[in-house]
């Protein structure tokens, strides 16, 4: 096996997840708050699910899992309990080109869960091609504790002055001062913490790249 970290848009994209046991909810929880359609089908579910279609998180269809649900989904997650049929599912998947996980079979599964380390501005994932899911869940934790919080607000004042800068800036050398500047600045604390005050993020990114533009 090896797997490939690509981030793919999931907004609006509709997902279901056949199964509502323990494996579909932590399946569910790793895919909210990204924007998809999330529809979880299963005779039976664990009331933390009931609570999350409550909450407008995934819609429930409680009925066992049919081919005809594949119809405008983007990708599958086969979690039922029984490793035969979670293996049929993702055959079915198979046959229609749909990327199916199979959440006990890394073998017959076309993508795995990361365990996500979901910021503001950005995202990190760590894998360990399925040898310990309880090894990714720890190397996330420490990574966790290790990345200051500045890193998310640099990274999201950098995100607000990128777009100027590649416009009014052409030459490449130069704009990657700019950005090596600014970034500098916000992890070293020198423009959020003095701007926090203020305002938005969108200061601190100016106020970086105004500082890092007097120094070229
Ligand atoms: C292949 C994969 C599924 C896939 O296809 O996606 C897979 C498979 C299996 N997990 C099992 C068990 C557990 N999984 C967890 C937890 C997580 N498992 C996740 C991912 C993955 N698990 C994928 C590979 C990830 C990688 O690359 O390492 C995480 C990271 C993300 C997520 O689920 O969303 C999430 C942590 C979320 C977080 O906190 O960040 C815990 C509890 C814990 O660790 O706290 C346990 C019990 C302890 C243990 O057994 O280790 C078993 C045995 C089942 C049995 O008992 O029969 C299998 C089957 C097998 O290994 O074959
Ligand atoms: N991240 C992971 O992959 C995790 C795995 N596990 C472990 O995996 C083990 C198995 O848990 P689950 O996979 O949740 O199985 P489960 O047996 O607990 O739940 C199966 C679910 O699938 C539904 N189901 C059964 N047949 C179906 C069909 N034909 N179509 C649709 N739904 C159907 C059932 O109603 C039930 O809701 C647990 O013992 C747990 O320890 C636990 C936590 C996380």
Redesign the pocket.
Known sequence: MA?FPFMIEVENARILIAGGGR?AL??V???SGFGADLVVAAPSVLPELRERERAGEIRILLQPYRPDLLEGTACV?AATGDPEKNRSIAADCGARGIPC??????AH?D???????RRENYTLA?????????????I??RAAEALPEEFDRATGALGDMRARVLREEKDPGKRMRIFEAAAQRLLAGECSGADAGEGSRTDAGEKAENTAAKDK
């Open positions: 797997y494996s932590w399946k929880k790793a895919l997650v996980n199979a959440v006990d079979d890394p599964s993508f795995i869960f990361p365990a996500v380390l760590v894998s360990t091609d399925g040898k310990s899911p309880l090894m990714a869940r720890k996330k934790e």
